[in-house]
């Protein structure tokens, strides 16, 4: 099983950039496709993007396709959500997840770190 803990959220005006961060433990972690999901307050969770174990391999929600960028670095454990130009709607607990292929559907996904918050200003 592998445990993973998010960091990197904060609050930013619109247009600006973040990067999160998940870190997992755990020898899992290179045999797992790994996704981001947001969940805004009153709304279901939702798909952000994901990418394969090997990294050649990534899928985006269409509302946050050429902004958003995911990477992983296998040797450190991680992986990296980059965000560009947010915008208010983008304002979310952003989740990492771990899971055995590259999927939009949360219950795909085995393993999830406890969220990080993303507020954009307007």
């Known amino acids: 099983q592998v445990q993973l803990v998010e960091s990197g959220g904060g609050l930013v005006q619109a247009g600006g950039s973040l990067s999160l961060s998940c870190a997992a433990s755990?020898?899992?972690?290179?045999?797992?496709?790994m996704g981001w999901f947001r969940q805004a307050p009153g709304k279901e969770r939702e798909f952000v993007g994901a990418?394969?174990?090997?990294?050649?391999?990534?899928d985006y929600t269409d509302s946050v396709k050429g902004r958003f960028t995911i990477s992983r670095d296998n040797n450190k454990n991680t992986v990296y959500l980059q965000m560009n130009n947010l915008k208010p709607e983008d304002t979310a607990v952003y989740y990492c997840?771990?899971?055995?292929?590259?999927?939009?559907?949360?219950?795909?996904?085995?393993?999830w770190g406890q969220g990080t918050q993303v507020t954009v200003s307007s």
């Open positions: 997840a771990a899971g055995p292929l590259v999927g939009r559907i949360a219950t795909m996904y085995r393993a």
């Open positions: 990418i394969s174990r090997s990294g050649g391999i990534t």
């Open positions: 755990g020898r899992t972690f290179t045999v797992s496709a």
